[in-house]
């Protein structure tokens, strides 16, 4: 027999691993062609922990459970306080844990995985589903199924110990003489361009995704202490409401840092509601003044008061930085991957480069909260950064996951050293735009 393909896609894999810890699926038995019957489950999934079990209905609805004791056929209750049941609603996981952990599983011989006595797929020896909410779990059976019992797949899958990679796909030094000399290297940056002394930067993103933040975060590590000067925090519509360029300064009193960070309005996935697109390009060119006030029904037009009408190489943006939630990647929804479609083709146009700013790396996998030095030993990150180039449109040496600082109080020395080294690939990718620029100005010149 062949190898068996999963029905169970790679996000919805993706989801239910990032639950879980450091694992991976391993695809043990398929209704489909193994048959549906109580024996076939049990003769490749038995003594088999955890498992995975999904099914997959005629409506298109996935649900299932975990179990991390082994199946039998004793006819039993098992204990397992682990144990919980699931479903996916537009990609996102909906967990039903064991409210009676001593009846979290029942070993039945004529049927696939019976959780507690509330959900068994491949019921009696039959593609159907038997479900009955609040015996040891509570879900709604239309929430979870549809109230569509009959099953076109039933998959179990055994839970193995993964995506910690031997060696890390980037080397990174995790040392203060690293955050210093970071530091360093940014404080003491010059533009190619003379008539530039600050690169600006723009940072794009989902509502919440971390753009604010982004910005306090760097303020904090040159401060010395956890710091919040732009308004940041959770909420569904953007908090930030003006375009608003913040400069770094090295220290308290030091001197403004060779960088401007610019702070959008969230982008929403509907129309009408957020940035607007045709705004991103007013702040492209350099035609917005700081501290406009955004409005989402009224994008910014030449006779709009403070209009820049003739915007020098200083008042342009040098690279665009799009900031996206890790834990969110696998939900994005497909109007905002539309819109950010759009505005990327804006940024190639104009010749920006382009990053990615992978946010809230340690809520998506929990190898990385442990210790965020792990962050390119995670296949699971690995696997997101992977997507988001996709998705973005751009190579993954240009997507940077860091970490924004949220409710610490103390500074963490593994937590500087990524935010410093994502501004510091931002000035790399500011240079190429400057080059680009002296490249096209000569070749102009040499024209005329």
Request: glycine content about 8%.
């Amino acid at each position: 027999m062949g190898t068996l393909n999963p029905l169970l896609s790679r996000n919805q894999q993706r989801t239910i691993c990032s639950q879980l810890g450091n694992v991976k699926l391993k695809l043990l038995y398929k209704a489909s062609v193994h048959g549906f019957t109580g024996a076939a489950f049990h003769q490749r999934c038995d003594k088999q922990a955890p498992t995975v079990s999904v099914g997959y209905n005629t409506t298109g609805y996935v649900f299932g459970g975990y179990a991390s004791q082994p199946f039998s056929q004793t006819g039993q209750w098992v204990n397992d306080n682990q144990a919980f049941l699931f479903s996916f609603t537009g990609g996102k996981l909906q967990k039903y844990p064991c409210t009676n952990a001593p009846h979290a599983l029942l070993m039945d011989g004529n049927s696939g995985p019976y959780f507690g006595n509330a959900l068994a797929l491949v019921h009696s020896n039959q593609p159907v589903t038997h479900s009955a909410p609040g015996n040891y779990y509570n879900f709604t059976a239309a929430e979870m199924h549809g109230n569509d019992l009959k099953l076109t797949e039933c998959e179990v899958y055994q839970v193995e110990e993964s995506t910690e990679l031997e060696k890390p796909w980037r080397t990174v030094v995790w040392e203060s003489g690293k955050r210093t000399e970071l530091m360093d290297t940014i404080k003491t940056y010059k533009p190619t361009v003379s008539s530039v002394s600050q690169a600006r930067v723009l940072l794009i993103g989902q509502v919440g995704a971390g753009k604010s933040s982004f910005f306090n975060s760097i303020n904090s590590v040159f401060r010395g202490h956890v710091t919040s000067q732009a308004i940041a925090g959770s909420s569904s519509t953007s908090l930030t409401t003006q375009f608003r360029s913040y400069s770094v300064k090295a220290g308290r009193e030091g001197k403004p840092l060779p960088i401007i960070l610019c702070d959008t309005m969230g982008l929403e996935d509907n129309k009408g509601a957020g940035l607007d697109v045709e705004d991103i390009s007013s702040i492209l060119k350099g035609h917005m003044p700081n501290c406009y006030q955004f409005n989402p029904a009224a994008p910014l037009h030449a006779e709009s008061h403070g209009f820049r009408k003739s915007p020098a190489v200083k008042d342009k943006i040098h690279c665009v930085t799009y900031v996206i939630d890790a834990s969110k990647v696998s939900i994005m929804p497909p109007k905002l991957e539309e819109k950010m479609e759009v505005i990327r083709r804006k940024v190639n146009l104009l010749g920006i480069p382009q990053l990615v700013l992978l946010t809230k790396v340690d809520e998506a996998c929990p190898l990385v909260k442990d210790d965020l030095r792990n962050i390119y030993k995670s296949g699971y990150i690995k696997d997101l950064m992977q997507d988001v180039s996709v998705r973005v449109g751009v190579p993954l040496s240009c997507v940077i996951p860091v970490k924004n600082y949220s409710g610490e109080l103390e500074l963490d020395l593994n937590c500087d050293i990524l935010l410093l080294s994502a501004v510091v690939q931002m000035l790399r990718f500011v240079d190429n735009y400057f080059d680009d620029l002296s490249d096209r100005l000569s070749s102009t010149e040499s024209h005329d």
